[in-house]
């Protein structure tokens, strides 16, 4: 196969890769009724003048399957970890004792867990639209090479290839999308 032709199927690939990954990473965020640390990730705490994440001011622990407890590194901080968490709005109040912050979890109403399946939908659809981009700019290329002279047998075995790996990455998202789906519907 043409060094070009693989660079294109290469960069294809690689842009799926990190589209599935983010999907992985933003739906780690999506709370299914149990208590998990990953909840929490990409929050940002002022510390110091600067936007700093939270892991790395404070430790964050479950406690039981609706119980969090973060405790910072420094108690100076403790306010500014309980102002970030309530400006994330995640849906849950954080309970400062002075020396830490518990984080009950409310029971999820019928509501609020199709509120977040539709919102694993909607992350899905935001993957599949960057694979859809992917594919879109693999293809462009492949074309300005048969364009510059590539056969174009080899430009369509190409396409094809791209096509496959397109369906490939939107059925692994599929499979995440509906696992999710799934364990945030369950009660």
Do not use: C, W
């Amino acid at each position: 196969m043409n060094e070009e032709v693989a660079f294109y199927l290469d960069s294809a690939k690689e842009s799926m890769q990190q589209a599935y990954e983010h999907l992985e990473y933003e739906l780690t965020k999506i709370r299914a009724g149990k208590a998990s640390p990953d909840m929490l990730a990409g929050l940002k705490v002022e510390y110091y003048g600067m936007a700093t994440p939270i892991n790395q001011v404070a430790s964050i622990k479950t406690t039981d399957a609706k119980t969090l407890v973060v405790i910072p590194f420094e108690k100076g901080i403790l306010q500014d970890i309980e102002r970030s968490i309530f400006q994330a709005n995640l849906g849950f109040t954080p309970q400062n004792d002075g020396e830490s912050i518990r984080i009950i979890l409310p029971p999820t109403t019928e509501e609020r867990r199709r509120s977040l399946a539709k919102n694993v939908k909607a992350h899905g659809e935001d993957a599949k639209v960057s694979l859809r981009n992917a594919r879109k700019e693999a293809n462009d290329g492949i074309k300005e090479l048969v364009k510059d002279g590539l056969s174009e047998d080899l430009g369509k075995t190409a396409e094809h290839n791209i096509q496959d790996l397109t369906d490939s990455f939107t059925a692994k998202i599929d499979k995440l999308v509906a696992a999710k789906e799934k364990e945030v519907m369950t009660v």
